[in-house]
């Protein structure tokens, strides 16, 4: 069964860094679009960063731009990881987030950003304090 499982969430203090990984496992996806979405509590889930199937294509959303670094890498055994390195960290990135992944190309990522996408993992939370 195909599956996106989030890991490295946790407390920091603001200015400090966080190194979120997302494993995707049960099918090959290696031709999928990738990407982390979050949610704070009393708030609709946002965009935070895309990348392409290829690696060649990178998105993020203008609130994080500059801080956050998305990244992925396939193994010997073709599992995908997606990491998302979080620097300069903000009391307002507090949320829970979800990494998701979309069938398609570099072309269609705006699909992904807008959270058209076929899995989605359980999410992992972050939590920065001021």
């Known amino acids: 069964q195909a599956q996106l499982v989030e890991s490295g969430g946790g407390l920091v203090q603001a200015g400090g860094s966080l190194r979120l990984s997302c494993v995707a496992s049960g099918r090959t996806f290696s031709g999928y679009n990738m990407g982390w979405f979050r949610q704070a509590p009393g708030k609709e889930r946002e965009f935070v960063a895309a ?4 690696g060649g294509s990178t998105e993020y959303a203008d609130s994080v731009k500059g801080r956050f670094t998305i990244s992925r890498n396939i193994n ?17 990135d507090t949320a829970n987030y979800y990494c998701a992944a979309d069938a398609g190309t570099a072309a269609t990522i705006w699909r992904l950003r807008q959270g058209e996408c076929d899995y989605w993992g359980q999410g992992t939370q972050v939590t920065v304090s001021s």
């Open 51 to 54: 990348i392409s199937w290829s």
């Open 76 to 92: 010997a055994k073709s599992t995908v990881t997606v990491y998302l390195q979080m620097n300069s960290l903000k009391p307002e």
